[in-house]
């Protein structure tokens, strides 16, 4: 999943290590996720989402999420 992390860190001079540290996790998981090797949990978006003062879809790119099939229901 493409994110705009890395871009927003940038432009708050930033570390991977010190964003990691105010989400409580380690630099691995934030380099991991600016990687698109790990999808971050809702719980963990949201925090990085609000340490920048941003919507979780500001942050997050969705656009490669399966659709709902509601026709199954």
């Given at each position: 999943?493409?994110?705009?992390?890395?871009?927003?860190?940038?432009?708050?001079?930033?570390?991977?290590?010190?964003?990691?540290?105010?989400?409580?996790?380690?630099?691995?998981?934030?380099?991991?996720?600016?990687?698109?090797?790990?999808?971050?949990?809702?719980?963990?978006?949201?925090?990085?989402?609000?340490?920048?003062?941003?919507?979780?879809?500001?942050?997050?790119?969705?656009?490669?999420?399966?659709?709902?099939?509601y026709?199954?229901?």
């Amino acid at each position: 999943m493409k994110t705009q992390i890395r871009e927003l860190r940038k432009k708050r001079r930033i570390s991977q290590e010190e964003l990691a540290k105010a989400v409580h996790v380690t630099r691995h998981t934030i380099t991991s996720i600016e990687n698109e090797k790990y999808i971050a949990s809702l719980p963990l978006a949201y925090k990085i989402s609000r340490f920048f003062g941003r919507s979780i879809e500001e942050v997050f790119d969705f656009s490669d999420v399966e659709e709902i099939d509601y026709d199954i229901f």
